[in-house]
């Protein structure tokens, strides 16, 4: 059924201002009134809660009898998902709030806008008085916020692009994340030593826990990655060599992370520790994705017997995908390939088993959570830049982020002459271009940093100032900037005409070549087109042949 | 597009014994594997994290170097979403399970099947020497498990029948849940007053208790009526009767339980409180109303712009939706009240204003979330019920059990003939017979019951038991014979094939002839069949002669 989005276009451009400012006002109002209870909800509860149960002993000790309470209000039960309703609320109109001014969007990424945001939202939590709630606690990132914008990519993900170009892709992701690390680290560890002793204390840094911060600093974020290049409409090559990266790159963050994290006490890394460094990499990795698969299969074969419950087969694919995360997490493996592992596994076999509807409802899904997903965090950056606590420090800060530009730049110049020798189709300088440019560091940096304990790095507030700076940095500097970079560049974008036809059938086609080669979807030839059903046709011919 | 259900279905009937053993090993793998965890985790958690924390800064005040961890459990940090899918996936498959046993669901309506689930899991999770979780916990019944059943229902609902007998159902709901309440708590208090008093201790229990356990087990309950009567197809009216006053009585339900459980302490209500008492249902039922009507209206005005982000349309539905009963809730309004007026209010203009897509995924996930919470709803009512604890007394169950069936029977009969004065279409004795016997009890009585305060009833242990015992009795006895006695009484059924035609007609052009009477739905005259479109142009022409 021709969607109806067409004909609504039409009602909707001829809207007129005082709607769309009442929209706005709606919008304000909500802000205001979010402001007071997230604040007041994030004062310490134990308190007021013993106060309660007191009043109450003594109330029922010395009894007066008082008037039946026609209305009272009890907010302390409800607090937590009504804040929790709030915020999502909140991220839902913004997001509808800035599709109304479609001048703003054309310029300014939509990231940008929503930091801004966050940083009014807090301001605000600040301004009435209350406390900050502590909305990037990394428990809260990793278990609630990151898994749905994963699992739309994985399980969406293009695989034949995906699995072409998976040696440069890796070779980003793995070298090009170790040599940014150690040369951050390295270099600002020798910064932090020529500084004079008696001027600042960075003196006192030591190399791992530079290393540590370096390596959360140096793996590229598949938030920021989709945020930004969801809307430059980048060629698929570009666009897969970026987000493969900052989606494999998860192994290399998470061992390095653990490495440092581990022998900053011991201050001294032998060999050693570096071979179990190695041995840990392809464990977390390859076990990672060991778990992905399994789970993926488990989705699949769960998913042929559920002809006759069709209402809850999309919940079978959220709930596997999301426990093969978790238990990725559990063992200290790679959650992130975990989850895309599982998505890619799973898909071929569950679209061919599970009605049209269920896809549909899957899909949509997927796509609203991950949005909203992607929404909150950037609110959220902002909102936690605001809470701080901060500690600027111009050298280490100025250093830091010149330091990832050159880092990132020579790097993949470096790998690009190193890959290009293997490559049938060359990286051209452009291409270089766009994929260092691209860059960008997001909310998993910052999520690293929060969880380091300040009792073992006092430097933790340094560290948190720098990586929201780098992470503002790339995400207004860079992601601003690079849409009229491309256009500059006459980059190939994604080409908009024959896309629709390829994707359709390449998405119709692979799983069913694959998986059920003589299973040819009749329903398929019936309801699409007389042009698809050709394409068909050839593509099937020409895999047989 | 035509759903694939035809094919798969027949792919699906080939299916091989091995295969379905195999996924029931998988069923049982995961119950065991669920076990273990779920009881490990129950245990109290904060011991063993000091235990940890004092473990680790005995690590690094004598640090000695051991090897870089290559692999390592950490299951406490991720423990509990993991804990929540384990359950989500054990009701899905539990769900998925019985439907490929026929026999079995034809004879055992699932919720029985799944209140044995329940109890075998909470035997095993005892057996295994684990502390069972407090899986019905009143908060968690009622802000997570109970809204999504009451929001598909309540989006779906059927408003012209429901309008047409909106009087019917308000007479059911309230005074005959009114009667219920006072006729049961005089009763048991009469029949424990002329209890020996040094035999037993029912001698004690006063009259307000017995007034409070009497209203929290009067009440008909949506979530068991629901489920048993989706199985018998009973025709529309009956079920509306009965669905309807199990949504209704909620405010009395309200009212009575906070009057009662307030003036326990004080043992006596006056004259004044009865007043107050009237008022305050006025209050909550009409002002739950009027909240659920407030963010319903504020739901379809938001859908007016949302026609360039359709991806999160469905959001606003469920968010809206989710704050109208917080909000109703946190004013100790009825929740389900207001939930109801804001699925009904905001259904016609969302439902003109998304796109298709939206629509299909709203419906679906509705449909498939408040089936999970359902499923899990009478899982739990099963572990609920291994873990006590219980204090069974002969004369207060039975009793309980024999007038809750008589002030039923007593107050239908009496409240038809009072109606039936009023009513077009009388309800015959057939129809008496079924809303009386369709009137179960589920787990909104045992949360409720749950609630209580021990230290102000000490006879909670007691209460519960017998909540247990009439929700058992009623959905065990009267779920499993209602089927039979339907089709013995030949009782008219849903009428199936008229009822595509009619409904469906009556859900496009209800909307439309309300709201937007200008406008004809175009693309529902295209890609309807003839048959449809000649209907359409019937009720059109219809409503404007």
Known sequence: MPSRTGSHGRVGTGRSLPERGLLLLVVLVLLEGSVRPLGAASSPDTGRQEELDTRKTTERENY??????????DYHHIHTPFEISLWVLLASLMKLGFH?????????????????????????IKLAGEKVPPVLDSKLFFLCLLPPIILDAGYFLPIRPFMENLGTILMFAVVGTLWNAFFVGGLLYAVCQIQPGNYSDLHQLELLPCLLFASIISAVDPVAVLAVFEEIHINE?????????????????????????????????TILDCVLGVISFLVVSLGGVLVGVIYGFLAAFTSRFTSHTRVIEPLFVFVYSYMAYLSAEMFHLSGIMSLIACGATMRPYVEANISHKSHTTIKYFLKMWSSVSETLIFIFLGVATVDGPHLWNWTFVTVTVILCLVSRVIGVVGLTYVINKFRIVKLTTKDQFIV???????????????????????????FLTAIITVIFFTVFVQGMTIKPLVELLAVKKKQEAKRTINEEIHTQVRPLTSSHPHQIDVLLLLTRPFLYRCFHLLAVWWYFI
Do not use: W
């Not at 001048?103 to 605000?124: D, K, Y």
């Open 64 to 73: 007066t009898k008082k008037a039946f309470p026609v209305l009272s209000l």
């Open 100 to 124: 109304l001014i479609p001048r703003l969007s054309g310029i300014v990424p939509e990231s940008c806008l929503l930091i801004v945001v966050g940083l009014l939202v807090g301001g605000l």
């Open 237 to 269: 090559l570009l666009h897969i060599l970026v987000f493969g990266e900052s989606l494999l790159n998860d192994a290399v963050t998470v061992v390095l992370y653990h490495l440092f994290e581990e022998y900053s006490g011991a201050g001294t890394v």
């Open 436 to 462: 260092a440019y691209g860059g960008l560091r997001g909310a998993i940096a910052f999520s690293l940093g929060f969880l380091l304990d300040k009792k073992h790095f006092p430097m933790r507030e340094m």
